[in-house]
C-alpha cells in the first residue's frame, strides 16, 4: 500500500512529531485490522507499507479513516484548512516471491532514493533497522542482491 500527500508536498515532514505520529498511526491501524506488517517507511511526503491480509476492503476503509482526520488535524495544525492532504493511495497484490522481496527492498531504500540519509537503516520512520537486526546483515545483503530495486517504482515517489 502506498499513498501520498497532493503534489508531493512535505506535509507529513513539517516535523519529526509528525512523521513520527504518522508512523505510529499506520503501525497501530494494521494492528487493529489484524494485518500482517513486513514492512513500512513514512517520508516526508508518502508512505509505503507492505503488508499481508484477506480483508484489503476493511484496511483501505480505515487507512480512509486515517488519511480524514490526519487531514483534519494537520490543516488545522498548520491553518489552512481546506488543503487537499492525501492523492494517489492505492494497493497492489504481491505477485511473487520476487515481487515480494523487491518491494521490500524497495520501501527500505526509499529514504536513501530521496535523499534523506545514505543508509537505509538510517532513516528512523521505517522497519529498516529492525528488519536488519532481525536477518542479519549477510542475509540483508543476499536478499538485496537476489532482488535489486532498479527501476522498481520509478517516476511514482519523485520528490
Known amino acids: 500500500i502506498t499513498s501520498a500527500c497532493y503534489e508531493h508536498a512535505h506535509v507529513i515532514g513539517s516535523s519529526t512529531s509528525r512523521m513520527a505520529e504518522c508512523e505510529s498511526a499506520l503501525i497501530e491501524l494494521c494492528r487493529a485490522n489484524d494485518v500482517r506488517i513486513f514492512g513500512w517507511c513514512v517520508l516526508p511526503n508518502h508512505y509505503h507499507v507492505l503488508v499481508g491480509t484477506d480483508k484489503v476492503k476493511l484496511l483501505q476503509a480505515s487507512l480512509g479513516k486515517f488519511h480524514g482526520s490526519s487531514s483534519f488535524k494537520w490543516n488545522g495544525e498548520d491553518r489552512t484548512r481546506g488543503r487537499k492532504v492525501w492523492h494517489r493511495s492505492f494497493e497492489r497484490q504481491i505477485r511473487s516471491e520476487r515481487h515480494f522481496f523487491a518491494s521490500l527492498n524497495y520501501l527500505h531504500h526509499n529514504p536513501v532514493k530521496h535523499g534523506y540519509v545514505s543508509k537505509w537503516t538510517e532513516w528512523p520512520y521505517s522497519s529498516g533497522a529492525e528488519y536488519l537486526e532481525k536477518i542479519g546483515r549477510d542475509v540483508a545483503a543476499s ?17
Open 143 to 159: 536478499i538485496w542482491k537476489e532482488y535489486p530495486v532498479f527501476e522498481f517504482g520509478k517516476d511514482w515517489d519523485f520528490d
